[in-house]
């Protein structure tokens, strides 16, 4: 292998040892806000559960909002259609 090739494989191999500590690093700040067990005797997920946890968590979020969002419109049209209170 020629010196110039051996650079460039060297060039390559930096560059995804790299991006790979970058997404190892994102994948742990991932973790970190996921709601999971942590302790010294479960394991630390791993890169397809984290991801697999984090869009689950997502779904179960967005479905809790739309649940709020109906509540609030509900809520607001039953305040609406209710007749003023009289002030005596």
């Known amino acids: 292998m020629a010196s110039s090739e051996a650079g460039v ?3 390559i191999n930096l560059r ?3 991006r790979m ?4 690093e994102a994948l742990d700040d991932l973790r970190a806000v996921l709601p999971y067990a942590r302790g010294g005797s479960v394991r630390k997920l791993s890169k397809i559960a984290t991801l697999l946890l984090a869009k689950n968590h997502i779904i179960m979020q967005a479905k809790a909002i739309e649940e709020l969002r109906q509540l609030v419109v509900s809520l607001r049209t039953q305040l609406e259609s209710k007749p003023p209170a009289s002030d005596e």
């Not at 500590?21 to 190892?24: I, K, R, S, T, Y």
Request: charged content about 40%; glycine content about 0%.
């Open 9 to 11: 494989r060297l060039s």
């Open 16 to 18: 995804e040892r790299c």
């Open 21 to 24: 500590h970058d997404l190892n």
